[in-house]
C-alpha cells in the first residue's frame, strides 16, 4: 500500500503522480519477482537528494522534489523503490558494495523513465504533450554523462575496454556514517552504462532479489560471481554480457 501526503508537495495534479508511482510500483516489482509488503509513506523533505527511512510502521520514502515536476517524482521514487525492493537495512553507510546498490538504484530510475517516455501513457493521463518532455529529460541526463564519461577517461589516457575497473577508487570509498558524501554524478555514470543492458532483457531485473545486505560484499567480482550463480537461463547471457562490460574481462 502507498500513501503519500500530497499537502507536503504544494500544488500537484494527485491523479498523475499516483499513477506514476503506482505504475512505477507494478513496473519494477514485475521485474524482479519482488515486493514489499510493508505500507509505505512518501513525504516531502527539504533536502536535495531522496531518502528512505525504516520506521516501526513501515518505510517512509523522503522525496525532494516540489509541485509537479513529473520526472523528478519518477526518478527519485524509482530510486527509493529499489532500494526497499533489494531490501538491506538502509544504514546510510558506504560500505562494502553499496555504491554497486547505488548505481542499480539510478539504473532502475533512468528505466522507469524511458517507460514513460512514450505518448501513449501520457495520452492516458491527459497530456500527450509531456512525452517529449521525459524524452528530452532523458537526452539531456545521458548527454552531460557521456562528456563525464569522455572527459575522464580522456584525462587519465584510459581505453574504454577496461570498463569500470578504473572507476573503482572513485565508486568504492568507505564512509562509516549515516550522511556520507554520495558521489552521485558518478552512480548516475555507471547507471548509463548499465541501462542498455537491463533494456535489452527485463529479466536481468531479477538480480534484484539476489544481492541481499550489500555491505556484505568485498567486490564487484564477488557479488557478480554470486548473481551468476543465482541466474536463470532467461537473463544469464545478459548477466554474462554485462560483467564483461563492467570489469573490463
Known amino acids: 500500500m502507498l ?3 500530497y499537502e507536503e508537495f504544494g500544488p500537484v495534479h494527485t491523479h498523475i503522480v499516483k499513477s506514476l508511482l503506482t505504475t512505477t510500483v507494478t513496473t519494477l516489482e514485475d521485474m524482479s519477482k519482488c515486493k514489499v509488503s510493508e505500507n509505505i509513506t512518501v513525504q516531502h523533505w527539504d533536502q536535495d537528494y531522496p531518502c528512505t527511512v ?3 510502521d513501515g518505510p517512509v520514502v523522503y522525496l525532494a522534489v516540489k509541485e509537479d ?10 530510486h527509493e523503490y529499489t532500494h526497499l525492493l533489494i531490501g538491506r537495512d538502509l544504514t546510510g553507510r558506504l560500505k562494502g558494495l553499496v555504491w554497486f546498490e547505488e548505481c542499480l538504484c539510478h539504473t532502475a530510475s533512468l528505466f522507469c523513465l524511458s517507460v ?8 492516458q493521463l491527459g497530456y500527450p504533450h509531456y512525452a517529449l518532455s521525459v524524452q528530452q ?3 539531456d541526463r545521458f548527454a552531460s554523462l557521456r562528456q563525464m564519461r569522455e572527459e575522464f577517461y580522456h584525462a587519465n589516457s584510459y581505453p574504454y575496454h577496461l570498463g569500470l575497473r578504473i572507476w573503482l577508487p572513485l565508486l568504492s570509498v568507505e564512509v562509516d556514517s549515516p550522511t556520507p558524501p554520495y558521489p552521485r554524478h558518478y552512480y548516475d555514470a555507471v547507471a548509463a552504462i548499465m ?7 527485463h529479466h536481468l531485473w531479477e538480480i534484484i532479489g539476489h544481492i541481499g545486505f550489500s555491505e556484505k560484499w568485498q567486490s564487484l567480482e564477488e557479488l557478480l560471481t554470486h548473481l551468476a550463480s543465482k541466474a536463470t537461463p532467461e537473463y544469464s547471457q545478459e548477466l554474462q554480457d554485462m560483467r564483461k562490460f563492467l570489469i573490463g574481462e
Open 195 to 201: 541501462l542498455p543492458f537491463f533494456l535489452h532483457n
Open 137 to 139: 529529460y532523458i537526452e
Open 3 to 5: 500513501t503519500i501526503n
Open 54 to 56: 525504516n520506521t516501526p
Open 116 to 123: 514513460f517516455s512514450y505518448p501513449t501513457i501520457w495520452s
Open 69 to 78: 515536476y513529473w520526472c523528478q517524482w519518477l526518478y527519485q521514487f524509482a
